[in-house]
């Protein structure tokens, strides 16, 4: 299974990751694995500081840049590697960052055909927070990108165009600002979910889970 968990940058994907994780650990007795699709590649990881260290990159540029290092992970990310695999962002974060930069609504929404094609998702999660918070969450990293020292305004741009996705497409919204024994909690419930809502065939090819959203 793969599920994805969208949001800004400072939302609390990876907190929640981690929760997931430890979670499918407890119940299952293995580890899930969790992945940052771009980073998941040397080609990708090649990408993302080729962007990072582009200051006048073109919107459209930028958006094809981050959905191929998407694409190029597609095919070890459907591998065998874990029986769940947790993903921080995939064409989510493509649309709303796209949007906010400028990005043709045209290849957008091309590309979020492409990666949807390429990765089949069994379940999406948006983490949501103020701009403000995940603004005041980033300002204590040292290794913050251009992407991160934006500012709060910023911020809430990318975060409204993540409700308006999210909103269209049926996704969930989780809030970020939660304690981490609520997050904690919500997590077993998810797994507890995932776990009664899989199936798997006599030669374990996995089955589609009803309701995910893709």
Not at 39 to 45: A, L, N, P, V, Y
Not at 154 to 160: A, D, F, N, P, T
Request: charged share 25%; net charge neutral; glycine share 10%.
């Amino acid at each position: 299974m793969i599920i994805c968990l969208e949001g800004i940058n400072g939302a609390g994907k990876t907190t929640l990751a981690a929760a997931i994780a430890d979670r499918w650990r407890a119940a299952e007795g293995r580890a899930a694995a969790m992945a940052e699709p771009v980073q998941r590649t040397e080609f990708g990881r090649r990408v993302r500081t080729a962007i990072m260290s582009t200051a006048d990159l073109d919107a459209d540029a930028e958006a094809l840049a981050f959905a191929s290092a998407r694409l190029h992970a597609a095919a070890l990310l459907r591998g065998p590697e874990a029986d769940l695999t947790i993903l921080e962002r995939w064409a989510g974060g493509v649309v709303a960052y796209g949007t906010v930069a400028g990005t043709s609504s045209v290849l957008l929404h091309a590309l979020e055909t492409v990666l949807a094609a390429a990765l089949p998702i069994d379940r999406t999660l948006l983490v949501d927070v103020p701009g403000a918070v995940a603004a005041r969450r980033l300002a204590t990293q040292a290794d913050a990108n251009r992407f991160e020292t934006n500012g709060a305004g910023y911020l809430e741009q990318v975060r409204r165009e993540y409700l308006g996705w999210a909103r269209t497409r049926q996704v969930s919204v989780i809030s970020g600002t939660d304690s981490r024994e609520r997050l904690d909690a919500w997590a077993g419930d998810l797994v507890d979910g995932l776990r009664s809502r899989t199936c798997l065939s006599i030669d374990g090819v996995r089955c589609t889970i009803p309701g995910g959203s893709r």
